[in-house]
């Protein structure tokens, strides 16, 4: 068996709707962009999808460096692609989900060769996992507290927060939720890197005190050695390495520093099915737990079958809340039944909608 073509297909996406907005100094959801799928095609008739909402850099890469690696390889070689990738990374530096998207397409195919969704191909290690309400920046403190209250009523069993960016509102913001739901109800915070040391060690107190189960990124993951200072002056517990550009190696750095308590992972921002489990299986080794970063179907195979992750991602992106489609009542999100990826589910001839936003 061997690949005989792959094809990107641009997809114009439209602003989602209502808006929505990001911490500050980052952009909302107030603009189109154009994504794309990535179809890989056997010489039997298999196809394989992946799914990327930055289209045209996709569309640029695989174009001048990706295709010509790939055409008459045998595609259940992912392994040596993946490496393959990952050498060709070094001069190039295409970003990882770039990396991830060609990965997916390829378990994709495998699953359909097999027979087999993907997580079953992994080795399934669940049927359910509970999903957490993610939230998007929201206007004021009460608005939040409303948001929560529907996010609980609608069945999400926890709740992470994405703020101003701000430390000292975010720390007011923390502390008023925690007081609002009580102490039995997991809450989360996600800085989405705005800080430096100084707000992010004044916003980590609040967090302590608060009892927040984890601390996202809340600085730029260059510096390992800003996160071990970070670690020394606060007690809420840190999830870090989820935009570090090294995958499994930077990963590895970060655990080795003595900052982690867990780490991200991810098809998106880590290479792919292959890259996520890579840096799942490293954070077992330490006893460490290994967090899915966003939701999207190669995610949800991935939270079945990586036995030390807690929860799915799912976005709270309006006020009223809507539960994700993928989350059932008791804020559940289920296994994929059917083989490979499950992209057929969603993908239109003419259309294709929107795969993962995060």
């Given at each position: 068996m061997k690949l005989v073509s792959v094809d990107?297909?641009?997809?114009?996406?439209?602003?989602?709707?209502?808006?929505?907005q990001w911490r500050n100094g980052l952009p909302g959801s107030d603009s189109s962009h154009t994504a794309a799928w990535l179809v890989l095609t056997t010489d039997d008739g298999h196809?394989?999808?992946?799914?990327?909402?930055r289209g045209l850099i996709l569309a640029d890469v695989v174009d001048r460096r990706i295709r010509e690696e790939l055409v008459g390889v045998d595609p259940l070689r992912r392994e040596w692609l993946w490496h393959r990738l990952w050498e060709l990374d070094r001069i190039e530096e295409f970003p990882l989900y770039v990396q991830g998207v060609v990965d997916d397409a390829l378990w994709d195919l495998a699953g359909k060769i097999a027979d087999l969704p993907v997580h079953e191909l992994i080795g399934s290690y669940r049927d359910a996992i509970p999903a957490y309400a993610s939230t998007v920046t929201f206007g004021s403190?009460?608005?939040y507290l409303e948001v929560a209250d529907q996010c609980l009523e609608v069945g999400y069993p926890a709740i992470k927060l994405h703020a101003w960016g701000d430390a000292r509102k975010d720390a007011k913001l923390c502390t008023a939720l925690r007081a609002h739901v009580g102490d039995e109800v997991p809450l989360m915070y996600d800085g989405s890197a705005a800080f430096d040391l100084s707000d992010a060690i004044y916003l980590?107190?609040?967090?302590?005190?608060?009892?927040?189960?984890?601390?996202e990124e809340p600085m730029r993951e260059f510096s390992v050695t800003a996160y071990r200072s970070l670690a020394d002056r606060v007690s809420v517990p840190l999830l870090v390495a989820e935009t570090s550009d090294g995958a499994h190696m930077n990963t590895g750095d970060f655990i080795a520093s003595g900052c982690a308590t867990s780490v991200r992972t991810g098809s998106t921002f880590k290479g792919g099915i292959t890259g996520a489990l890579r840096i799942a299986h490293l954070a077992d080794s330490y006893l460490m737990r290994a967090e899915i970063h966003g939701g999207g179907l190669p995610n949800t195979h991935l939270?079945?079958?990586i036995p030390n992750t807690t929860y799915y991602e799912s976005l709270v992106d309006s006020n009223p809340v809507r539960r994700a489609p993928e989350v059932d009542a008791t804020g559940h999100v289920h296994a994929p039944k059917g083989p490979g990826m499950g992209y057929e589910q969603v993908w239109q001839a003419d259309e294709p909608p929107i795969a993962n936003r995060l």
């Open positions: 990107v297909r641009l997809v114009a996406e439209p602003p989602v709707s209502p808006a929505f196809r394989g999808y992946g799914y990327c909402r403190i009460s608005e980590g107190k609040a967090l302590s005190e608060s009892n927040y189960d984890w601390y939270c079945m079958a």
